[in-house]
């Protein structure tokens, strides 16, 4: 069977506009949906991980209870609650990209919350200590001394997190979302070249994927030669 | 944890609820009362199922099925006395029923065959087209019906009329089952399944719309009857009446026949002529005024 | 306004109960093979990315990026829809006759897993002392040896934490397959609501039959990784959530 590059040429606006920036009759679009995801999700995942952290049980045994379920279920599985059993359960009217923002949120804070956790554990105790001792309260100390630190250590996994988030979001195809994977389908319902057009958004999902990753590597390296400079720095002071 | 962060955590995580929850319009009311408040009618309907609902050559959502929603749209318009904006909102067999009943959208106008299971679920308005399921299989293929398609790989939708079917009558078709018609067609171009079963309509509206139509062909008497309705919430008879009066209006001043021609006449998109009983039944419909 | 009257029992009604049985079988079996093809890729491909060869190294990383890049659901749809054309006709129609889409799911789920196990393993393989493969080599092994008897074994038990995540992550994301006909779990789910009408019940069932396994899977490897740990290393804890 032969390739028939031109049905990319024929329907790239449509791919693009459309499926991937979301500009066009249907709404959707891939960036539309996980740019937002991004923020509202890793918002929701800090509030997760103080949570998860909290000494009360009435923040943390809830917290824990959600990022376990959602750990333990498919993301489509989530999908199909917030498609058909919420509105079925509370009676109430939900437009698709809603679903489809509310159950990546849903699903995916579960998972940044956790990483998000880990940065701030990966803080050493005293740190904590010694700025308290400077009657900095929590919040003040969770603001300007824990999280900035924890945001470094934890931008590696936070990144790939981001980049699982990207693809995942070709899953709100199956609610009719049109997103790239959708518009692929739609054209490939006329077209029939599914070998062409599949490998096409592929390469579409791998460029901003892999833009993603390979942005995440080099600031991860050039933290990583700051905090060289910052340890000598220290011994040397420590030294001197 | 102080009472200050107790707080901030509560207030954090209770702000981004309602924000979520914002987008959520309460919905416990009769459909031409929700229609008149939120200022939308959602209509769902097909992506892959010409001619009743699909998206064209240039990328515009179309059909049979969507006209006669523009009806129903024109009519509430006019009862409302205001402009309602018109939305499409994409529907499946498997999902059209929730997605009806949790009020996701108002209407179901597109391949929905009237049965009496769906509708202890669901209000149909009067049937508005009348077809039967049949085999789509590449030329040459030796599937000419259910008795030849024993042992074969016959692709359905799930939660169809056509599965269910074939599946409690017919046990030796081995069926392969997908979420929506696109994946299914897509099965049968590629190889992967050696026959299509949907309603005959649905197939010429796939074969005409086929790069190639000449490759396919419907095959097999009839295996069902499929009444096509449309599809609304249980219980609500001021909706019902609109949707039923605006159809026999239609069929009553030719506007039904008009674009019946457009979609299904010798020219239309999808040609498949409306026979004399199927007009019959559709007039006998007509309750006088 | 909102009305359901729950009804169980249609979960276990016949032939909903067998559905959901078949569904899980299904599950267990598309995750198990795609889990033997991850791991064989990500060990091949992980080794192939700590090696001093630079084409080598290329290679393997252009696989884990491309396979590790793009979307699952859009593998599916290439591994069934889109690859099996290029197949000579003869296979094509043995594959069509014995359950492609049950194939072309475990290849998709198998290749894009194995390049995220490849990941995870070479992050094993560089955290067993340098020291080992030289040792390895000084006995008069040569560099596959080294790989294939010491250095892959020992970075395999130590990966079993962060291997774990990666496989419950495989065994969820096989729900994928049910887009391209499979009648896995969430399939069947999807199935029993629309012959039934039951979607509450029905969903509920799904999720927490994932949540069984998962908790499963994660017990048994947390008793895996104590069975087989090297003594002498540390081993990292692994609860269900490890």
Redesign the interface.
């Given at each position: 069977m032969a390739l028939d590059l031109s049905v990319i040429w024929r329907n790239l606006p449509f791919l693009i506009e459309q499926g991937l920036l979301g500009i066009g009759a249907f709404g959707g679009g891939t960036l539309a949906l996980a740019v937002p995801t991004i923020v509202l999700a890793t918002i929701v995942g800090v509030f997760v991980a103080l949570a998860r952290l909290s000494r009360l049980a009435v923040f943390r045994v809830p917290a824990t209870a959600y990022v376990q379920l959602i750990r333990g279920v498919p993301l489509v599985m989530v999908v199909f609650w917030f498609w058909i059993f919420i509105p079925i359960a509370a009676g109430v009217t939900i437009p698709t990209y809603s679903v489809a923002l509310v159950a990546f949120v849903t699903f995916e804070a579960a998972y940044i919350g956790e990483i998000i956790r880990a940065g701030i554990q990966s803080v050493p105790r005293g740190q904590v200590e010694a700025a308290r001792a400077t009657a900095l309260g929590y919040r003040d100390t969770m603001r300007f001394v824990v999280l900035p630190q924890a945001f470094r250590n934890m931008l590696p996994s936070l990144v790939t997190q981001f980049v699982i988030l990207f693809k995942d979001t070709s899953l709100a195809s199956i609610i009719g979302y049109m997103d790239l994977t959708k518009a692929a389908q739609t054209v490939n319902n006329r077209e029939f070249r599914p070998f062409e057009l599949y490998l096409f958004i592929a390469v579409v999902y791998f460029v901003f994927a892999y833009g993603l990753s390979l942005s995440a590597r080099r600031l991860e390296r050039r933290m990583a030669a700051g905090r060289r400079t910052l340890a000598t720095a220290a011994f040397r002071s420590a030294g001197a | 944890?102080?009472r200050?962060?107790?707080r901030?955590?509560?207030a954090?995580?209770g702000a981004?609820v309602l924000?979520?929850a914002g987008?959520?319009?309460?919905?416990?009311q009769a459909t031409l009362e929700?229609i008149n408040q939120?200022g939308t009618f959602?209509v769902g309907t097909r992506?892959?199922s010409p001619p009743f609902g699909f998206?064209d050559?240039n990328?515009?959502?179309v059909g049979f099925g969507v006209d006669l929603a523009r009806l129903v749209h024109a009519a509430i318009e006019k009862r409302l006395g205001k402009t309602i904006k018109f939305e499409l909102?994409?529907?499946?067999?498997?999902?059209r029923?929730?997605?009806i009943?949790?009020?996701?959208v108002d209407l179901i106008a597109e391949t929905m065959t009237i049965t009496r299971s769906r509708m202890e679920?669901v209000d149909f308005g009067p049937v508005y087209f009348v077809t039967g399921a049949q085999f789509l299989v590449k030329k040459g293929s030796p599937i000419t019906g259910v008795k030849s398609a024993a042992g074969k790989?016959v692709?359905v939708q799930?939660?169809s009329t056509n599965?269910?079917i074939l599946r409690e009558q017919y046990p030796n078709i081995q069926l392969?089952?997908?979420?929506d018609q696109?994946?299914a067609?897509?099965?049968l171009?590629?190889?992967?399944?050696d026959a299509y079963v949907n309603d005959g309509v649905q197939l010429a509206g796939l074969k005409a719309?086929?790069?190639n139509p000449g490759d396919w062909v419907i095959t097999g008497e009839p295996i069902s009857y499929e009444p096509y309705g449309l599809a609304m919430r249980e219980n609500d008879s001021d909706f019902r009446d609109l949707v039923a009066f605006t159809l026999m209006e239609a069929i009553e001043n030719g506007e039904y026949r008009k674009l019946y021609e457009k979609w299904m006449g010798e020219k239309g998109d999808v040609p498949y002529p409306l026979s004399e009983t199927a007009e019959t039944f559709l007039r006998m419909q007509v309750m006088p005024r | 306004m909102f009305r359901y009257d729950f009804d169980w029992s249609v979960l276990w009604q016949p032939p909903y109960g067998e559905w959901l049985l078949q569904g899980i079988l299904t599950t267990l079996e598309i995750s198990a093979l795609a889990w033997v093809i991850a791991l064989v890729l990500g060990c091949v491909a992980g080794a192939m990315r700590t090696v001093p060869s630079a084409v080598t190294r290329t290679i393997g990383a252009a696989y884990v990026e491309f396979f590790k890049n793009v979307p699952l659901l859009v593998w599916m749809f290439f591994w069934y829809f889109g690859a099996p054309q290029f197949l000579p006709l003869a296979v094509q129609d043995w594959l069509n006759r014995h359950g492609v889409a049950f194939v072309a799911a475990v290849v998709a789920l198998g290749i894009y897993h194995g390049a995220r196990f490849a990941e995870v393993i070479r992050a094993g393989i560089q955290s067993v002392p340098q020291g080992q493969f030289e040792a390895a080599l000084s006995t008069g092994l040569g560099v596959a040896e080294a790989y294939r008897l010491i250095l892959i074994p020992i970075a395999l038990r130590l990966i079993i934490p962060p291997g774990t995540n990666e496989t419950l992550n495989l065994l969820k994301n096989s729900s994928l397959a049910l887009t391209i006909s499979v009648a896995e779990i969430t399939f069947q789910t999807r199935q029993i609501e629309a012959y039934t009408a039951r979607g509450f019940e029905a969903i509920t069932a799904g999720t927490l039959i994932y949540l069984v396994l998962c908790l499963v899977l994660a017990g048994v490897m947390s008793r895996v990784e104590k069975a087989v740990a090297i003594p002498g290393l540390i081993v990292r804890g692994s609860g269900p959530e490890g």
């Open positions: - | 944890m102080s200050r962060v107790t901030t955590v509560a954090g995580l981004v924000l979520l987008a959520l319009p309460a919905f416990a929700k939120s959602v992506t892959g998206i050559r990328q515009n959502w909102k994409e529907t499946t067999p498997a999902t029923i929730p997605l009943t949790s009020g996701q679920q790989r692709a799930q939660g599965e269910r392969v089952v997908f979420p696109p994946a067609f897509a099965a171009v590629q190889g992967r399944v719309k086929a790069p | -």
